[in-house]
C-alpha cells in the first residue's frame, strides 16, 4: 500500500523553501548594493590624485591670473571690475590675453582621460580690516557701526588688544591667562597674532552673535568652529542682533592697508573721518553711481573727490591704498560628478613673483548619487 505525502508536510516544505528564497534574494541586493558602494569608492579614490593636480592647476591659473593684472599699465590698481575679482574687464582688459576669460568651469587636460574643470573664486584680503594690526579706534568703530553697547565695546577692544600683543600689559576692561583659566573649559591667552579669525571666539566679550552677525533664532543655523564642538564650548548669546559680523569685516592675513576699491561700506567706516554716508559716496565714485564718474581710484589722494577732508586724507596713506597684495583663492574641482574644493593663499608682490604661502582642501562630495 502506497503513503501519500502529507499536504501539511508539504506547505511546510514549500514555506520554508520561499523564506530561503526571499532571505537571498535580500542578501543579493545587499550585495549588489555593497559591490555599487565600493566601486564608487574605487572610483573616487583613483580620483584622489587628478583631484589634487586640478587643485594644483587652480592655483597656477590664478597667479597667472594675478600677474596679467599687475602687469597691466592701463590699470595700476585692483578693483571688483577685473577679471580676477569676476568683474567684466577694467581698463586694458578688453583687448588683452585676459579678454573674455572666465573663473567658471575651465578645463584642464582630456576628458577621455581623467581631465577635470576648476572654478575659481578670489577674494583679495586687502578688502578687510586686519584683525593684528588694526587700531583699538578701528576695531572700536567697527563695533559702533555693529550697534554693539559701550560696555561690551570696550570689553572685546581691550581684549582683542592683550590676545594679539604680548607686550602690552593687561588693559583695563581686557583679559590674560589668569581671566581664561577660570572658564570651563580652561586655556591660555594667545599673546600672538591670530592664524585665524575664529580665535575671536575665544576672547573675553566676543560672543557667537557678534563674530558671525545677525541673531535670534537662526542662529543655530550657523556653522560652528571645529575647535568649539571639540573643545565643549557654548555658543549662547543673549546679545544682538546685528547687522553684520566680526567675520565679515576682519582678516588675520593682510598687508594691514585697506584696499579702497574692494573695501564694503562696514570696512570703510573703520578708517578716521569716514561715516555711513561718505563710506557710501566712495563706493558710489568708484562704480559711477549718483553722479560719481565710474573709475576706480588710483591713488588715496582721490578720496577728497568723496567729501574728505585733505587733511584725513593726508592719513590715510598710512591706512589705504588701492592694491591688493594678499588673495584667498577657493578652486572647485571637478572630475564627472565627484568635486573637492581647495584654498590657496597667495602673496603678490611682483607678476613674477607670486608665492604660494598655503593650500589646503576643505570639503569632499560625491554628487550625483
Same mark, same amino acid.
Given at each position: *500500500?502506497?503513503?501519500?505525502?502529507?499536504?501539511?508536510?508539504?506547505?511546510?516544505?514549500?514555506?520554508?523553501?520561499?523564506?530561503?528564497?526571499?532571505?537571498?534574494?535580500?542578501?543579493?541586493?545587499? +550585495?549588489? +548594493?555593497?559591490?555599487?558602494?565600493?566601486?564608487?569608492?574605487?572610483?573616487?579614490?583613483?580620483?584622489?590624485?587628478?583631484?589634487?593636480?586640478?587643485?594644483?592647476?587652480?592655483?597656477?591659473?590664478? !597667479?597667472?591670473?594675478?600677474?596679467?593684472?599687475?602687469?597691466?599699465?592701463?590699470?595700476?590698481? $585692483?578693483?571688483?571690475?577685473?577679471?580676477?575679482?569676476?568683474?567684466?574687464?577694467?581698463?586694458?582688459?578688453?583687448?588683452?590675453?585676459?579678454?573674455?576669460?572666465?573663473?567658471?568651469?575651465?578645463?584642464?587636460?582630456?576628458?577621455?582621460?581623467?581631465?577635470?574643470?576648476?572654478?575659481?573664486?578670489?577674494?583679495?584680503?586687502?578688502?578687510?580690516?586686519?584683525?593684528?594690526?588694526?587700531?583699538?579706534?578701528?576695531?572700536?568703530?567697527?563695533?559702533?557701526? *555693529?550697534?554693539?553697547?559701550?560696555?561690551?565695546?570696550?570689553?572685546?577692544?581691550?581684549?582683542?588688544?592683550?590676545?594679539?600683543?604680548?607686550?602690552?600689559?593687561?588693559?583695563?576692561?581686557?583679559?590674560?591667562?589668569?581671566?581664561?583659566?577660570?572658564?570651563?573649559?580652561?586655556?591660555?591667552?594667545?599673546?600672538?597674532?591670530?592664524?585665524?579669525?575664529?580665535?575671536?571666539?575665544?576672547?573675553?566679550?566676543?560672543?557667537?552673535?557678534?563674530?558671525?552677525?545677525?541673531?535670534?533664532?537662526?542662529?543655530?543655523?550657523?556653522?560652528?568652529?571645529? @575647535?568649539?564642538?571639540?573643545?565643549?564650548?557654548?555658543?549662547?548669546?543673549?546679545?544682538?542682533?546685528?547687522?553684520?559680523?566680526?567675520? $565679515?569685516? @576682519?582678516?588675520?592675513?593682510?598687508?594691514?592697508?585697506?584696499?579702497?576699491?574692494?573695501?564694503?561700506?562696514?570696512?570703510?567706516?573703520?578708517?578716521?573721518?569716514?561715516?555711513?554716508?561718505?563710506?557710501?559716496?566712495?563706493?558710489?565714485?568708484?562704480?559711477?553711481? $549718483?553722479?560719481?564718474?565710474?573709475?576706480?581710484?588710483?591713488?588715496?589722494?582721490?578720496?577728497?573727490?568723496?567729501?574728505?577732508?585733505?587733511?584725513?586724507?593726508?592719513?590715510?596713506?598710512?591706512?589705504?591704498?588701492? !592694491?591688493?597684495?594678499? +588673495?584667498?583663492?577657493?578652486?572647485?574641482?571637478?572630475?564627472?560628478?565627484?568635486? !573637492?574644493?581647495?584654498?590657496?593663499?597667495?602673496?603678490?608682490?611682483?607678476?613674477?613673483?607670486?608665492?604660494?604661502?598655503? +593650500?589646503?582642501?576643505?570639503?569632499?562630495?560625491?554628487?550625483?548619487?
Amino acid at each position: *500500500m502506497k503513503l501519500l505525502p502529507s499536504n501539511k508536510n508539504a506547505g511546510i516544505a514549500l514555506i520554508v523553501v520561499m523564506i530561503a528564497i526571499a532571505g537571498l534574494s535580500v542578501l543579493a541586493i545587499r +550585495f549588489a +548594493f555593497a559591490m555599487k558602494i565600493e566601486t564608487r569608492l574605487a572610483i573616487n579614490a583613483d580620483s584622489e590624485q587628478q583631484m589634487l593636480w586640478l587643485g594644483r592647476a587652480g592655483v597656477e591659473t590664478a !597667479r597667472w591670473l594675478l600677474a596679467q593684472e599687475l602687469a597691466n599699465g592701463s590699470a595700476p590698481y $585692483d578693483s571688483l571690475d577685473q577679471v580676477w575679482a569676476g568683474g567684466q574687464g577694467g581698463p586694458g582688459e578688453t583687448n588683452s590675453v585676459l579678454s573674455g576669460f572666465s573663473l567658471d568651469n575651465i578645463p584642464v587636460g582630456d576628458p577621455q582621460k581623467g581631465g577635470g574643470t576648476i572654478s575659481l573664486k578670489i577674494i583679495d584680503c586687502e578688502r578687510m580690516v586686519n584683525i593684528n594690526t588694526a587700531s583699538p579706534m578701528q576695531i572700536q568703530q567697527v563695533l559702533t557701526v *555693529m550697534g554693539v553697547s559701550a560696555d561690551r565695546s570696550s570689553v572685546v577692544v581691550d581684549s582683542i588688544e592683550n590676545w594679539v600683543n604680548p607686550e602690552i600689559a593687561a588693559r583695563p576692561a581686557g583679559a590674560e591667562s589668569d581671566y581664561y583659566q577660570g572658564l570651563i573649559p580652561p586655556y591660555y591667552a594667545k599673546n600672538a597674532p591670530m592664524d585665524d579669525l575664529s580665535e575671536l571666539l575665544l576672547v573675553k566679550g566676543v560672543t557667537w552673535n557678534m563674530y558671525n552677525g545677525g541673531g535670534g533664532d537662526d542662529e543655530g543655523n550657523q556653522t560652528q568652529p571645529v @575647535f568649539h564642538n571639540k573643545l565643549g564650548f557654548s555658543r549662547s548669546s543673549d546679545d544682538g542682533p546685528y547687522p553684520f559680523g566680526l567675520k $565679515d569685516v @576682519f582678516t588675520p592675513i593682510s598687508t594691514g592697508r585697506i584696499n579702497i576699491n574692494t573695501a564694503d561700506a562696514n570696512v570703510l567706516q573703520s578708517l578716521p573721518g569716514v561715516d555711513a554716508q561718505i563710506a557710501q559716496d566712495i563706493i558710489n565714485q568708484r562704480n559711477g553711481l $549718483d553722479g560719481g564718474d565710474g573709475t576706480p581710484y588710483r591713488n588715496v589722494g582721490q578720496l577728497q573727490a568723496a567729501g574728505l577732508n585733505p587733511q584725513v586724507v593726508g592719513q590715510m596713506n598710512q591706512l589705504c591704498d588701492v !592694491r591688493s597684495h594678499t +588673495f584667498e583663492v577657493h578652486i572647485t574641482a571637478q572630475i564627472g560628478s565627484y568635486q !573637492r574644493e581647495y584654498v590657496a593663499l597667495l602673496l603678490r608682490n611682483s607678476p613674477s613673483d607670486i608665492q604660494v604661502v598655503g +593650500f589646503y582642501w576643505i570639503n569632499k562630495t560625491a554628487n550625483g548619487g
